[in-house]
């Protein structure tokens, strides 16, 4: 694939959770264009391995790994299976993660005349399912922190290593309607921050990206209708966007490959970088 610029990864070994998604898996085509042997994880197989074929049909050196990230046994394992194959983790990119009705509201604005209604059809914040709320958060903070532990104790042991965190424009600005996914990713950014911390005499560096708003598999049928035209949310979104449009996934490229060089950014960690078009720092007027 066509990477914005290339670094030397020969020698590297990569892991991206979630890497059989739209943006993960074009972050993982990047690192194997630039040398990296990579490990495509992801809950579905068959998704991670159509990454992998992709891979290797251009000459880059992966394999298809079958994870939970939300289980320490199928993490150990899925690492047993790189280091095996590969040899020790020094690069991670924590990419899993996602959103979940259930932890969503029905409205953009509580309307008290609502809770006078016995709609079941009407989600309000008093209607929130705890289940839902703990899924969304436990994907995308646990997906977070349990990966990292599982992936990077070779790291420690050898002093050196990369994590990359996938936060998201909620953890600046909390859109309405997702209050799990927004406390989620906040909480994925302050852990980058801590993590940074806490490994940097490990040699360890932690950052974290947060892509502004792309179309994903998850979110295509919040942001288009079925003929393609921008759904009511969408026209918000694209008007609080000073670029106007949404990101291409080729876009997060030039931020992953900055963060994961140590020669470009040896002394860059425990940063959150903004890939957004503008949407936070744009007040609305």
Same mark, same amino acid.
């Given at each position: 694939?066509?990477?914005?610029? +290339?670094?030397?990864?020969?020698?590297?070994?990569? !892991?991206?959770?979630?890497?059989?998604?739209?943006?993960? %898996?074009?972050?993982?085509?990047?690192?194997?264009?630039?040398?990296?042997?990579?490990?495509?994880? /992801?809950?579905?197989?068959?998704?991670?391995?159509?990454?992998?074929?992709? #891979? +290797? %049909?251009?000459?880059?050196?992966? $394999?298809?790994?079958?994870?939970? !990230?939300?289980?320490?046994?199928?993490?150990?394992?899925?690492?047993?299976?790189?280091?095996?194959?590969?040899?020790?983790?020094? @690069?991670? #990119?924590?990419?899993? =993660?996602?959103?979940?009705? +259930?932890?969503?509201?029905?409205?953009?604005?509580? &309307?008290?005349?609502?809770?006078?209604?016995?709609?079941?059809?009407?989600?309000?914040?008093?209607?929130? /399912?705890? +289940?839902?709320?703990?899924?969304?958060? *436990?994907?995308?903070?646990?997906?977070?922190?349990?990966?990292?532990?599982?992936?990077?104790?070779?790291?420690?042991?050898?002093?050196?290593?990369?994590? @990359?965190? @996938?936060?998201? $424009? &909620?953890?600046f600005?909390?859109?309405?309607? #997702?209050?799990?996914?927004?406390?989620?990713?906040?909480a994925? %950014?302050?852990?980058?921050?801590w $993590?940074?911390?806490h $490994?940097?005499?490990?040699g #360890?560096?932690?950052?974290? @990206?947060a892509?502004?708003?792309?179309?994903?598999?998850? *979110?295509r049928a919040?942001?288009?209708?079925?003929d393609g035209?921008?759904?009511?949310?969408?026209?918000?979104?694209?008007?609080?966007?000073?670029?106007?449009?949404?990101?291409?996934?080729?876009?997060?490229?030039?931020?992953?490959?900055?963060?994961? %060089? /140590?020669?470009?950014? =040896?002394?860059?960690?425990g940063?959150?970088?903004?890939?957004? =078009?503008?949407?936070?720092?744009?007040?609305? !007027?």
């Amino acid at each position: 694939m066509a990477v914005p610029f +290339k670094v030397d990864l020969t020698g590297k070994v990569a !892991v991206v959770t979630g890497g059989g998604g739209v943006l993960c %898996s074009t972050m993982a085509k990047a690192l194997a264009e630039c040398g990296a042997a990579v490990a495509v994880a /992801d809950l579905r197989l068959e998704n991670a391995q159509a990454v992998v074929d992709e #891979i +290797k %049909s251009t000459g880059g050196k992966a $394999m298809a790994v079958a994870c939970n !990230v939300l289980e320490k046994e199928s993490l150990a394992a899925a690492n047993a299976v790189v280091e095996e194959a590969f040899g020790p983790v020094s @690069i991670l #990119i924590n990419g899993a =993660g996602g959103n979940h009705p +259930k932890g969503t509201t029905g409205m953009e604005y509580l &309307n008290p005349d609502d809770l006078l209604q016995d709609n079941p059809d009407l989600i309000t914040f008093y209607d929130l /399912d705890p +289940k839902g709320i703990e899924f969304v958060f *436990n994907l995308n903070f646990l997906g977070t922190l349990l990966p990292s532990q599982a992936f990077t104790r070779s790291m420690a042991k050898g002093r050196s290593g990369v994590v @990359i965190n @996938i936060s998201s $424009m &909620n953890a600046f600005k909390p859109l309405t309607k #997702i209050p799990a996914y927004s406390a989620a990713k906040a909480a994925v %950014s302050n852990f980058t921050q801590w $993590m940074a911390v806490h $490994m940097a005499n490990a040699g #360890i560096r932690v950052n974290a @990206i947060a892509p502004g708003f792309f179309v994903t598999d998850q *979110n295509r049928a919040l942001l288009t209708n079925p003929d393609g035209s921008p759904t009511p949310r969408s026209e918000k979104i694209l008007a609080h966007t000073p670029m106007g449009k949404y990101g291409d996934p080729g876009d997060l490229l030039g931020v992953l490959l900055w963060l994961v %060089s /140590d020669q470009a950014a =040896g002394f860059v960690t425990g940063v959150v970088v903004p890939v957004d =078009g503008g949407f936070s720092a744009y007040s609305g !007027v």
